[in-house]
């Protein structure tokens, strides 16, 4: 079945500590790919997209295509980055999420 | 500016009453989704419209059912709300002018079956 999993989810890390937030895909071809992040009492915003290869906020994620993972990381954790993080593959024109993973960033 | 308005931001209605959520959009994006979260899971899409066309995802119950009457405005209507159906509804629009467009998402309708 095609599916996009995200193993954790809850993730606690301190201050200035690496974080890495696991995506495993499992859709057919190759979908794009995003990461879409959720701060409390914000509405549900792109943090940033396989295809522009981007870093946001210090974010990065690159897509492993033997292993068929998409993981975030930052290397220095912010106690702004706590927030709900949701994988998610644009298959073929419409977007799935993975069941998000609650990061908090202990101070 | 919010640039897709979902109002109410909460609505309650009684097990089998008819509800009908709104969403607005001021970005003229030609494709607007609905998606369905409940606690603590992950936001399902129910269906899009691209244009005027309408796509209903496979496992969308027929309790369900949307309206577009123009390219601002998307309406969600629950035919006969069940008490399964009180989650958070999220209205989200996209240009699709490439592939890989993001997507704009509302606040949010949160929906209370009594």
């Known amino acids: 079945a095609q599916r996009v999993t995200q193993p954790e989810k809850l993730l606690s890390v301190f201050k200035g500590a690496p974080v890495e937030l696991k995506c495993n895909y499992s859709y057919s071809g190759s979908p794009e790919l995003f990461w879409y992040v959720q701060y409390s009492r914000q509405r549900l915003q792109l943090l940033l997209r396989?295809?522009s290869r981007e870093s946001i906020k210090g974010f990065t994620a690159d897509l492993n295509k033997g292993e068929t993972s998409f993981h975030l990381k930052k290397p220095f954790a912010q106690e702004e980055d706590s927030a709900m993080y949701y994988c998610a593959p644009l298959v073929p024109n419409n977007l799935f999420f993975g069941t998000g993973t609650r990061l908090t960033v202990i101070p | 500016d919010a640039m897709v308005i979902q109002n109410p931001r909460y609505q309650v209605t009684q097990f089998g009453k008819p509800v009908t959520l709104s969403c607005s959009q001021t970005l003229n994006h030609n494709v607007m989704y609905w998606y369905q979260q409940k606690s603590s899971q992950a936001p399902k899409l129910l269906f899009h419209?691209?244009?005027?066309?309408?796509?209903n995802e496979a496992d969308t119950p027929d309790n369900f059912q949307s309206r577009r009457p123009n390219t601002s405005f998307c309406f969600l209507d629950i035919r006969s709300p069940g008490l399964g159906d009180a989650a958070m509804y999220l209205c989200?629009?996209?240009?699709?002018?490439?592939?890989?467009?993001?997507?704009?998402f509302g606040s949010g309708t949160q929906l209370s079956v009594l």
């Open positions: 989200a629009t996209s240009s699709q002018q490439a592939i890989n467009e993001k997507l704009f």
């Open positions: 396989h295809i």
């Open positions: 419209y691209y244009d005027k066309d309408f796509n």
